[in-house]
């Protein structure tokens, strides 16, 4: 029955480790940079408005359809404030749909959507799943308050088509949340 | 009444509790576990007798064994209920038998003359019992194992019978 | 016979009632440890922590089951045979409780300390089989039905090792008393004179309380849970309950029978507070093993299970009652106790080693199988 | 009263308070817990299916033996404690006296052995 | 009379809702006392029409549902698809990139192999413990992905003609130092189950089946080479760059299920191998992508079929393109849809407890099956 014994002895080796569990809501793993939790939208503090322009881009582009988009003409344009002529009216992400295959955020023109790489966000556990469909004011709240790196800043030179000036504001953004 | 009394008249009555369910129950694993019921009630019965070691064996062979042994035959027939007519035509003949039965143990109940003294008993220490057991008694404790042993091959020829066919 | 002096406020029965009360009570308390040891056990074999959350350290884990189980809705099939299904737990259960009346904790603690206790645990702790037979048909549930068939088969099975185990000591001590018997050790424990008797006991033991490797009738990956699979919240709980009441007796039993119980290795007479601590390290010991045996290893097939019993665990306890009798009654030096014994566990583990070495390397009677899947094939 | 019965009463009290314990349990889970039966709830686990018949007549025979040879042993287990205390008293009779015992019911058991009772398939 | 002995069959539902039917796969036995005596499969209860799916997205899309359609072995589904794609355009992939991948899919083997040790291990009846060693070093292969990709499983790394981004830094570094914690986590399995005799008493000559109809099924995978069958896409028709690694094919002898268990388990070694040699061999920079990629995919008309050997067998993409921006037809030929033909061959005749391992030891994917 050696082969028993070495059973025994293999347990007994691993009882001696360190045990792998994390003790989840006390102690977060370090979240990866490249991490894509969920697309949020950008907030764009040098004229605070929305960088999207609801040009339904990502709607399209979506494998799995979570995504509806509304645009409106900007009020703020024909104030002078702002240069976007259209504006997003509605947006909804149904988290629960969602896959998280980063499509949206290569296909906007505007740099307006990127993955959230934090802990901090949209609380994703829900009793209905009809709480996990984000509208627009939720998708915008962790970008608004500055608590977000996007993923854009990580995709490699050859694939970012991406107007520097996006890039550079979704650099002052950088601050993390709790790691 | 002694509380000895009192316990026995329990045992008793739930004994025949257990043996009325054997009777009467129309499923057959309720009859089995019916007439566990009295089996164990009457090792309890035993024990009151100061019987101990027949008491044990009888939980030990009859609450364990037989009781499983029973529990599987009649799994075996696989019928849930019985469900066809359990009088037929012998009815009388069964009469006849169980009337004969009943008479041959009045019969012997009535012949036996009981101690007179049931307040006292001697029991026969354990000890004194097994030796009689492996002295005196050798001889039918070596013929008991071979009828084990013929039991089992009856068993065994039976079953494998049926197996082939 | 204990004096009658011994007994609480002198009275037999009251005295019987109040320990069996205290009995009830420690019984609860350790089997919610228990199951609260074993998870945390397993929990660190598989580099985990277990439960953490309630209560310190999740202390209170058990508890927290306890109650959300006293809470939970009682579920019956309406196709189940009410009165067997309602009265299996009754049958699991009240034999395990009635061997604690004979288990002896030190010299003093324990119910009663029969001077057939040996005997009378066997024959009581046959019992709860029925209960798992009724539990099974009971449900009117095929998972259920298979399980609880083959827990008795398995159950009858093993109680024969088990018993010639027991024996093997009782043998040596010449008695079936088992404070008696614990007594005898005070030089060497019989795990020494007896080690095969130790090792089956153990793994007989493990058998009887249908634990791994020998959880084949409650099967969680093929039976799902087998006899029980019907039973929710707090008749469920006695099955749960009868199992690790019947770990706690068994661990116990064994320490009493194989590692000196209360006395050894401090001679005869130990203090009674040092009693209590060697009954519940070499408990503790027991109970550790047969958890660390559980985190390792693969589950049996009923075949394989029973095969085993009948083949190899069987003859080899019959032949070490054998040469027990042949040592004691020829008064040979009872070193020859542990030469025989030992040399059956070492033959006893190298022919199955070799056997399932043997059979795994040979090529299986391919034309056997064959021959039963056309004849399938032709009956479906 | 003599110590028999005060051993005995022990377990008589045994039984019913262990009887006590399950159903005092069951009445207090009566009490708390909610009721609230259905239809599906009613029937029987087969892995989220209707139950395909009733669970009945699947033993294998092969079970029965199996309980005769536990029968057997059993009987035998019942005559080795008397004889495990009184052998070494009576001395080499009584040990061969069970060594023929036993040889019988091994014999038994070889020749169910040999049989392939042990054997499935 | 007679009759009375038998055992009548009855049949058992195992499945939907079972632990060990992984999914939602479903069997109903005949059982005649403990043997089976004939096994019903029923598919279909994860069918979420993928392939449909597929006609209905772009190519870069599709990736995406290939995740998870083989969700245990992403990346050689990706791969497949990309592959695809990259034979109906006409692509050069980037030596570069091609490395990355063979990395990525070599470790997503031994991923999935560790799933199928756990889960194996937890069917033969171990109380969790192989699972949680199964699954301890699979997170850590996922977490070193999530580094590299953004996500733990649902990737989307491969593109048509490449990587979709470049590897994070050291990505060598932590390669290596991932593969020595892995090679550490096989010695665990190994040590937990390969010689352990209970183990071996309850998979050797369990679930037989021959090489003749092994083929004749035609399953592949670790279940064909465990019949003693030397086929492996990756050597009989190498694809991407596997010509340039020296890697042993692992065969069983019995074909049974401890067989299967052995050429995983012996497949996660070379496995192990396979990456260290990707990474000495790899181009320290170079593209990833090929110059000139168009933003919006648009293949030509024709139709290709590119298999590669996923963790479970051949895994294959059948791409019809009728020109446009997606396939207009996209078959997926899933290796354990194959496999597990043979459940029924391989059971029938064994014990009930067998039923689960022998369908463990497929190795089961139910999302690619019913796809």
Known sequence: MLGVLRSMLTTLSTTMRRPVTRQYPESHRPIPERERAFPLLLWDHGVDEPYCTGCQACERACPCKCMTVTMKDNPRQAEGTSKRRKIVDTFWIDYGRCMRCNICVEVCNFDAIAMNNTWTGIELSAYDRHDLVMDLDELLALSRAGGIVPWAEYVGEENQKLPPRAVQAARTLAGRGPA | MSVEQWVFYVLAAIAVGGAAVTVFARDIVRAALGLIVALLMTAGVFVLLSAEVIGLVQLLVYGGAVAILILFALMITRAREVTYRLDGPQKPLALLAGATLAAAIGVAVVGTVFPTNTDHINPVGFVEMSTALFQTYAVPFEVASLVLLVALVGAIIIARQEERQ | MMPVLGYWFGIAWLDAILRLAVIAGVMTVVVIFLTYAERKVIARVQQRLGPTRTGPAGLLQGVADALKLVLKEDLRPTTADRWVFELAPFMVFVPVFLTFVAVPFTRDLGVRFLSLGLFYIVAVSSLNIVGFIMAGWGSDNKYALLGGVRAAAQMISYEVPLVLTVLGVAMVASSLDIRVITERQDVVPYIVWQPLAFVVFIIAGLAEMNRTPFDIPVAESEVVGGPTVEYSGIRWSFFQLAEYSSLFVLSALGADLFLGGYIWPFGSNPPGWLQLILILVKTSFMILMIFWVRATFPRLRIDQLMSYCWKVLIPVTVAQLFFNGLVLVYRWPDILLLVFSGALLVGATAATAVAVRRAARRPRDAQAVRDRRLQYARGA | ?121 | MVADFDTIDININVGPQHPSTHGVFRMVLTVDGELVRDLDAVVGYLHRGAEKLLENQDYRQGIGIQDRTEYLAQFPAEQSYVMAAEKLGGFVVPERAEYVRVICVELNRIASHFMFMGAYGTDVGVFGTSFIYGFRERERVYRFFEELTGERMMYSYFRVGGLAWEVMDGFEEKARALLQELKRGINDINGLLTRNEIFIARTRHVGEISAERAIEYGLSGPVLRSTGVRWDVRKDEPYSVYDRFDFDVPVGEFGDCYDRYMVRLEEMRQAVRIVEQALDQMPKSGPIMPEKMPRMLRLPAGEVYVPVESARGEYGVYLVSRGGNHPWRCRVKSPCFTNLQALREMTVGEYVADSVVILGSIDLVLSEVDR
């Open chain 4, 1 to 121: 009263m003599s110590s028999l019965f005060a051993n005995w009463v022990a377990v008589l009290f045994g039984s019913i308070i262990g009887t006590l314990l399950v159903a005092v349990a069951l009445v207090g889970n009566r009490l708390l817990a909610p009721r609230d039966p259905g239809r599906m709830k009613g029937t029987s686990y087969e892995c989220g299916m209707l139950p395909i018949g009733r669970a009945e007549g699947n033993i294998h025979v092969r079970y029965y033996l199996f309980a005769i040879l536990f029968l057997l042993f059993d009987v035998e287990a019942a005559f080795l404690f008397p004889w495990a205390v009184v052998f070494r008293s009576i001395g080499a009779f009584a040990f061969w006296e069970m060594t023929l015992f036993l040889a019988i019911l091994m014999g038994g058991l070889a020749y169910a052995w040999k049989k392939g009772v042990l054997r499935w398939s």
